[in-house]
């Protein structure tokens, strides 16, 4: 019960913390939104004024450098384009009665009659209104003047002082934003190992190691990011404004411009840059079939890129599923308006970063990170819980086909063998359920039987050096009894298979009579150790000379203290894995044949 109540108290402290860090991220915009540019900026910088001072040229010098070059090239770039939307926005009204031409076009016969239709309908409902509301009352007369009475409002018009004051404001308040990104980045470019240490003493000495790699780590993605997101801009622009040229669209070379700026702003600048040409094409062409290339150029495109070339290289460099990165998206456009929207996929790598290397928030990997594959033994053990024998066969063949048999017992079949005993005996699996389980593992290992991998050879091993294997208590220990014993008689080791319930005073009697002969017994722990530990001392008893080896399959737990705790009946080894098993008695038994 304590410890119930301990772990809702945890879940609802992470949970306030959570509602906590989302209220100061919101209430917190004006600051953090040019402090997130800044460094998403200073990202994108880094490597041309890293590159710089190794070449001797000082910092001050390689940031003004850097920083010169983006700032004219921005400036050029923003001109030209500039240049060209308004020689674009001087000759588009030329084309104003080609546009109405085309808009006129898309009146059918049938939509204007359904037009004139409901026009009609209209009509009728007004003088239905007018019959109605006192016209027989006051008459026809009254009714025009009341039609044609007018609401009169009174605005209090702006002053011009207002009026220059708003229109300041709507100026200098993005002007005043970039100048503190700009003032943020060039301190983050020229105080970089400052702000590092400050980080690394926020942590403590204590997490020195994990911190300085969660900032490597961090830095070397979101500057992987930020390149290839530039090298997929500017593939798609070039590709954009290439089909433009050949579908005869003007200015296609500043659309295709457009198309990759654009892009910056997921989703809605993606929309937006197919706008104007689209437009365009409409104004300047005397049919449909322009602007219907136009979109399908536009859908082509955006569809290979988003869903093939996209995944690939953004999953890969940054670490996030796609999913995660449209979920983000939202999330971040609802919290900061549009800069979340462009910042969206470099806050989204820190926030996954943090859940790698802090356990605390290691759900957030979980649900943003771009591998979310079950092991192959938890993906086995849920497709038996779902009663899917086939789904579960294949996962244990495709697992075979790259691992030895060996592994497939030890790293798939063992594990959920455990998995289901352990969800049995704390209740949260039924009879019918673990039953399936059993019979589906049971199947599997009897087929196996018979398996032999590519090459392999059955191997002769010696006849005098006989294995024992014991079950300590149920099924599952039975089961995997089974699995050692195949697995035995694959490496030549005569092999026998008992439960502790057949053994009497005889049978240990005569397998003593041969001391090279090895009794294994098999355990799935936790719940088979007592029996475990009563069957290692009564052969014990019984056969003092012999080997006896303890399997405690898939755990964890140190061997030797495991040892201790079997009692007086200590075995000579006790083992976690039927790997080392085979390799153990492989070991005795060249020791024997050396002895001999």
């Known amino acids: 019960m304590a410890g119930s109540r301990a772990a809702e108290l945890r879940g609802g402290s992470h949970f306030l913390w959570f509602a906590v860090g989302i209220l100061a991220l919101f209430f917190a915009k004006a600051l953090l939104v040019p402090l997130a540019f800044a460094l998403t900026l200073t990202f994108l910088l880094a490597p041309g004024v890293e590159r710089l001072e190794r070449w001797r040229v000082p910092r001050l010098v390689a940031v003004m450098i850097v920083g010169g070059v983006t700032f004219v090239g921005l400036c050029g770039a923003g001109y030209v384009v500039t240049r060209q939307l308004m020689e674009v926005a001087r000759t588009l009204p030329s084309y104003r009665a080609n546009i109405h031409a085309r808009m006129v076009a898309l009146h059918s016969p049938a939509e204007q009659s359904v037009e004139q239709a409901l026009g009609a309908m209209k009509g009728i409902g007004e003088e239905f209104s007018l019959g109605t509301g006192g016209e027989s009352a006051a008459g026809p007369g009254a009714a025009a003047k009341n039609s044609e009475a007018m609401p009169v409002r009174v605005v209090d018009p702006a002053t011009g002082l207002e009026t220059a004051m708003r229109l300041a404001r709507e100026v200098l308040e993005p002007v005043g934003t970039l100048l503190v990104v700009v003032v943020f980045a060039i301190y983050m470019l020229m105080k970089r190992e400052e702000l590092r240490h400050r980080l690394l003493l926020l942590a403590g000495m204590g997490h020195l190691?994990?911190?300085?790699?969660?900032?490597?780590?961090?830095?070397?993605?979101?500057?992987?990011?930020?390149?290839?997101?530039?090298?997929?801009?500017?593939?798609?622009?070039?590709l954009f404004g290439a089909g433009l040229y050949v579908i005869g669209v003007p200015y296609a070379t500043l659309w295709g411009v457009l198309a990759g700026v654009?892009?910056?702003?997921?989703?809605?600048?993606?929309?937006?840059?197919?706008?104007?040409?689209?437009?365009?094409?409409?104004?300047?062409s005397t049919s449909w079939w322009p602007p219907v290339l136009v979109v399908v150029l536009f859908v082509v495109l955006e569809l290979s890129v988003t869903n093939f070339v996209e995944p690939w290289l953004f999953s890969t460099r940054t670490g996030i599923s796609s999913l995660a990165l449209l979920v983000s998206a939202i999330f971040w456009a609802l919290l900061w308006g549009w800069p979340g929207l462009v910042l969206s996929t470099p806050l989204t790598v820190c926030m996954v970063v943090l859940g790698t290397y802090i356990p605390q928030m290691s759900f957030l990997q979980t649900l943003l990170g771009a591998h979310a594959e079950l092991s192959p033994e938890a993906h086995f053990y849920e497709r038996l819980l779902a009663m899917d024998q086939r789904e579960g066969r294949a996962i244990a063949e495709r697992f075979l086909k790259e691992h030895s048999l060996v592994a497939l017992y030890d790293e798939v079949l063992i594990p959920a063998l455990s998995l289901a005993e352990q969800d049995r005996h704390r209740g949260g699996l039924d009879e019918v359920r673990f039953n399936f389980v059993f019979l589906c593992i049971s199947e599997l290992v009897a087929e196996l039987a018979e398996y032999r991998a590519e090459g392999e050879g059955i191997l002769e091993g010696r006849g005098e050096f006989a294995v024992v294997c014991l079950s300590a208590r149920d099924q599952a220990d039975e089961l995997s009894t089974t699995m050692l014993a195949q697995l035995m008689e694959r490496a030549g080791h005569p092999t026998l298979v008992l439960s502790t319930a057949s053994l009497s005073d005889e049978v240990l009697g005569g397998l003593a009579a041969a001391p090279e002969t090895v009794v294994f017994i098999s355990a799935l722990p936790p719940f088979a150790f007592s029996q475990a530990r009563a069957a290692c001392q009564r052969v014990r008893g019984q056969m003092p000379k012999n080997r006896i080896a303890v399997g405690l399959w898939h755990t964890e737990d140190d061997k030797e203290q495991m040892a201790e705790r079997l009692g007086s009946g200590k075995p000579d080894v006790v083992v976690g894995l039927m790997a080392e098993a085979l390799l153990q008695v492989t070991m005795w038994q060249k020791k024997a044949v050396g002895s001999s």
């Open 209 to 238: 190691n994990v911190m300085t790699q969660a900032l490597g780590e961090a830095a070397e993605r979101i500057s992987d990011y930020l390149v290839m997101q530039f090298a997929v801009n500017a593939c798609y622009g070039a």
């Open 262 to 284: 654009l892009r910056i702003v997921p989703y809605v600048g993606t929309l937006t840059g197919v706008v104007l040409p689209l437009v365009v094409s409409v104004a300047i």
